[in-house]
């Protein structure tokens, strides 16, 4: 059974950091893909990072420069670190595995920024 475990959102005042944990099982973790995701009310989901099997990284426009993903393939667990948190960054926050054309999802993290 594969299980993606969010965790670390919570409230934070803007200019603040999180990080936040996935805790990924069920799934051959050092040769999927892997990213972060964020859904605001009455927005789409948009892709924020992504990092490969090897190492390589993508960043959205709108976190480049704040926010790092990173993966530790001992621990099975996707990160995702962010800084210069800003209101516009308040979502549920999902990370994102895909493996063998098979894709899952965690539940969700949410994060709110206060002004």
């Known amino acids: 059974q594969v299980q993606l475990v969010e965790s670390g959102g919570g409230l934070v005042q803007a200019g603040g950091s999180l990080r936040l944990s996935c805790a990924i099982s069920g799934i051959n973790f050092r040769f999927s893909g892997l990213g972060w995701y964020r859904q605001a009310p009455g927005k789409q989901r948009e892709s924020l990072a992504v990092i490969s099997s090897g190492g390589n990284t993508n960043y959205a426009d709108s976190v480049q420069g704040r926010f790092t993903i990173s993966r530790d393939n001992a621990e099975n667990t996707v990160y995702l670190q962010m800084n210069s948190l800003k209101p516009e960054d308040t979502a549920v926050y999902y990370c994102?595995?895909?493996?063998?054309?098979?894709?899952?999802w965690g539940q969700g993290t949410q994060v709110t920024v206060s002004s």
């Open positions: 994102n595995a895909k493996s063998f054309l098979m894709e899952y």
